[in-house]
């Protein structure tokens, strides 16, 4: 199974970067092939620009979610929805409107924050957005990162065993969920 990556922050040392990767290590050990994308390559949406002819990184992230199998959306929480970078890339994909190439792709979402709510707020807008493109997302166990700063080693790895266990269940549940579906 191939599965694509998207971090929410755009952030060098950013925590959801660090979980996406720790999230990639679970599915690579249950057989998947993970890529990324960097949705900071993308311009701001403009219906101008989405025509016949649209900008070359557009098309390649509409290329790779199109390839693949299945999505892993891993985001910080902004101001209690998603950041504007993810928002943005997401309505890149989504046209045409119901017929996009994010209809019937399954997703998973995690999150991580400094927060004890480990940006669960994100987590129901995204399900909100992702409806409207009819993009089914893996329901249940939820998965948050809350005190983030303090669950990574010098390295960048979590720290904590059953974190590590609790993820590498759900990524490898995830994976069963998206294969069936
Ligand atoms: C503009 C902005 C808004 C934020 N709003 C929230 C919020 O609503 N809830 C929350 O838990 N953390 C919020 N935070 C703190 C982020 O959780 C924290 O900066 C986190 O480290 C961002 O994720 P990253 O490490 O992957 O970049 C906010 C941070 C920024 C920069």
Same mark, same amino acid.
């Given at each position: 199974m191939n599965l694509l990556g998207i971090s929410g922050s755009l952030r060098a040392e950013s925590f959801n970067t660090k979980l996406l990767a720790a999230a990639a290590q679970s599915a690579e050990a249950a057989g998947a092939t993970v890529s990324t994308f960097d949705i900071g390559t993308l311009p701001l949406y403009n219906q101008d620009l989405d &025509? @016949? @002819? #649209?900008?070359d990184s557009v098309v390649a992230w509409k290329s790779a979610i199109e390839k693949t199998d299945a999505l892993v959306f891993v985001s910080p929480e902004y101001n209690y929805g998603i950041p504007g970078v993810l928002k943005n890339a997401i309505d890149w994909a989504s =046209?045409? &409107?119901? #017929? *996009?190439?994010? =209809? &019937?792709k399954p997703s998973l979402i995690l999150s991580a924050s400094m *927060?004890?709510? &480990?940006g669960a707020r994100m987590q129901a807008h995204l399900k909100n957005i992702l409806a409207a493109t009819l993009t089914p997302f893996y329901l249940a166990p939820e998965f948050v990162l809350a005190a983030a700063h303090k669950a990574f080693d010098d390295e960048g790895h979590l720290a904590d065993e059953d974190t590590i266990k609790r993820l590498d269940r759900l990524v490898r549940d995830f994976m069963t969920w998206a294969a069936a579906d």
């Open positions: &025509g @016949d @002819d #649209k900008p =046209r045409p &409107g119901y #017929k *996009s190439v994010l =209809r &019937g *927060s004890a709510i &480990g």
